[in-house]
């Protein structure tokens, strides 16, 4: 099984519908971030999660909304999606000061 | 001015070749710096991390970091055409957050 696992790989959903996607780890760290990825930006960091009780903002949090529901698991929300959220989004992990592993994506298609 | 950059490409080079990606930050307090591979469509994997300056080997990599400069480099020897991908630079900063900045990629391809 992989260390980081999103559900779903791929969806596709109307403008305005909320949508949730979903990340668990076996990893045991207590860092995890959400981005999207779009072509010729790169990564994005959505929101931040040092612990349970920690959550932060990143440079694109507008529209979008996280819970840190345990140690292992932090989910993203789109709270009405819009096209321009079309995008690949990753999830990741991370401990102190090691590189973070990165979840296996989901494609997500706003119409 | 981008606190990682890398040029975009395409940078291409013969099968066999050395290929070398090159990558600049801007905030000198960085610590960490770390090199991923990502094929299209897929997830980023982590090939290289470095954390002091000089040159840091693992098998057909090297890793090349030069705080003074601003600079991390990626060396591929002997070059093949499962090279072929992005190659994302990350820096990590001083601050307290330690979070990962990500430059935009540099598309490399491996001509057979």
């Known amino acids: 099984d992989a260390d980081v696992t999103q559900t779903p790989r791929n969806r596709i959903t109307k403008t305005g519908k909320r949508i949730m996607l979903e990340c668990s780890q076996t990893k045991g760290h207590d860092r995890m971030y959400w981005y999207r990825q779009d072509p010729g930006l790169g990564l994005r960091l959505i929101y931040y999660s040092f612990d349970v009780k920690d959550i932060n903002k990143g440079e694109i949090s507008d529209g979008y909304s996280v819970s840190r529901q345990a140690q292992a698991k932090f989910s993203l929300s789109l709270e009405s999606a819009i096209p321009n959220q079309t995008a690949l989004y990753f999830c990741?992990?991370?401990?102190?000061?090691?590189?973070?592993?990165f979840g296996s994506g989901t494609r997500l298609t706003v119409v | 001015q981008k606190e990682v950059e890398q040029n975009s490409g395409p940078l291409s080079v013969p099968e066999g070749a050395i290929a070398s990606l090159n990558c600049t930050y801007s905030?000198?307090?960085?610590?960490?710096f770390f090199w991923y591979r990502q094929y299209s469509g897929k997830s980023p994997e982590l090939i290289m991390s470095i954390y002091s300056n000089g040159d840091k080997e693992d098998g057909r990599f090297t890793a090349q970091l030069n705080k003074a400069s601003q600079y991390v480099s990626l060396l591929i020897r002997d070059s093949q055409p499962s090279d072929s991908a992005t190659y994302l630079c990350?820096?990590?900063?001083?601050?307290?957050?330690?979070?990962?900045?990500f430059g935009t990629g540099t598309l490399l391809a491996v001509q057979p």
């Open positions: 990741a992990t991370s401990e102190g000061g090691t590189g973070y592993t």
């Open positions: 905030d000198r307090g960085s610590q960490s």
């Open positions: 990350a820096v990590q900063g001083g601050g307290a957050t330690n979070k990962l900045i």
